[in-house]
């Protein structure tokens, strides 16, 4: 009698040893720690968390014999100085606490060091620090200093011609997401509280549910040379799929490390749509409706009507938006689970 039960012979019956020895294969039992024997800490105490818990970082930093300094920040401009007295230092590793903004003004101020940085989680939302898997709890997350297996990945960044004031000037201004549309509409009507909980999607959500029936724009984008046309409500270029939810992406095709741009831009003002189209990423890997996207190292957007434009939480004005992918321009220290195929 035909059966389609597997027996303990058969080869595609599970076996208990293969399982022991697949959890104890080079994959897993060659993770390195890297440990670090002198740090700077920059701390935003304006984050929106509780603050930082001192003692007990301070024991982790002890159980790890480690030589630190920290320095605590008040504005974007302090953390980029601070940044660079400790690659001047020659600092094993930059620690920052504080939110996605503090973090993106450290991360822009170490081009061309070799010196990794160690995210704390501080802020509300910490899109980042979800997308690159570092635990939201700040113990947790300080283990990364050398109590736990990690790992130092190379992220890419994208920069904004002319999109950061200096002096009278302007210069070019990094970032790893840049919206225009909702995002920037949402912006000019939040208040502090709202900021604290951006993301790149919170801000997204919070104005579906606040603004009703959104302008739609034409977009004229030009991507490596070539041409694409996209009626929207919200466009963006970003380095991350996060929407601030572990596990959640817009897309996998989207990598901080592959060298690419992704830009994506949402149709439909519809929040239902927009979360469904999260899922499907999730549940498929595929982009659904309502989400074009295209991928880029030079990229250029024109809006019609003109939209306004936030990066990475913050306002900006530029006359043309011409952005360029970095690559490999910060090193950040993550769990060694949390990066494919680690060794």
């Given at each position: 009698m035909a059966t389609n039960q597997q027996t303990a012979d058969s080869p595609q019956a599970p076996n208990v040893i293969d399982r022991v020895k697949q959890m104890v294969s080079p994959k897993n039992s060659e993770a390195t720690i890297h440990k670090f024997s002198r740090v700077h800490i920059i701390v935003n105490p304006a984050s929106g968390q509780e603050g930082l818990h001192l003692p007990k970082l301070n024991k982790i930093l002890n159980e790890l014999e480690i030589d630190w300094e920290m320095f605590v920040i008040r504005n974007g401009e302090e953390a980029s100085e601070r940044a660079q007295q400790a690659i001047e230092a020659k600092v094993d590793a930059i620690v920052v606490y504080g939110g996605d903004g503090t973090v993106l003004e450290v991360a822009s101020s170490m081009h061309g060091s070799d010196i990794p940085l160690i995210i704390i989680p501080g802020g509300t939302a910490n899109v980042l620090s979800v997308e690159l898997g570092i635990p939201a709890e700040q113990t947790e997350a300080a283990k990364l200093l050398g109590s736990v297996p990690n790992a130092v990945r190379t992220l890419d960044m994208g920069v904004l011609a002319g999109g950061k004031s200096d002096g009278d000037g302007k210069k070019d201004l990094y970032f790893f997401h840049l919206g225009l549309g909702l995002e920037g509409m949402m912006h000019k009507e939040a208040d502090r509280e709202a900021k604290d909980r951006s993301g790149m999607f919170a801000y997204v959500a919070a104005a579906l549910k606040t603004l009703s029936n959104p302008t739609a724009a034409h977009y004229h984008i030009t991507l490596d040379g070539k041409t694409v046309e996209a009626d929207g409500i919200n466009c963006?270029?970003?380095?991350?799929?996060?929407v601030?939810?572990?596990?959640?992406?817009?897309?996998?095709?989207?990598?901080?490390?592959?060298?690419?741009?992704?830009?994506?831009?949402?149709?439909?003002?519809?929040?239902?749509?927009?979360?469904?189209?999260?899922?499907?990423?999730?549940?498929?890997?595929?982009?659904?409706?309502?989400?074009?996207?295209?991928?880029?190292?030079?990229?250029?957007?024109?809006?019609?009507?003109?939209?306004?434009?936030?990066?990475?939480?913050?306002?900006?004005?530029?006359?043309?938006?011409?952005?360029?992918?970095?690559?490999?321009?910060?090193?950040?220290?993550?769990?060694?689970?949390?990066?494919?195929?680690?060794s």
């Open positions: 963006m270029v970003t380095n991350f799929g996060s601030g939810v572990q596990g959640i992406t817009l897309s996998h095709r989207i990598d901080m490390s592959d060298g690419l741009l992704d830009v994506i831009v949402i149709q439909n003002a519809n929040i239902s749509s927009i979360l469904s189209a999260a899922a499907n990423a999730v549940a498929s890997g595929e982009l659904a409706q309502p989400l074009l996207q295209w991928q880029g190292r030079e990229v250029t957007i024109s809006a019609e009507p003109k939209q306004p434009l936030v990066v990475d939480g913050e306002l900006v004005e530029v006359d043309d938006i011409k952005v360029r992918i970095m690559p490999k321009f910060v090193r950040v220290v993550v769990p060694a689970a949390a990066v494919p195929n680690i």
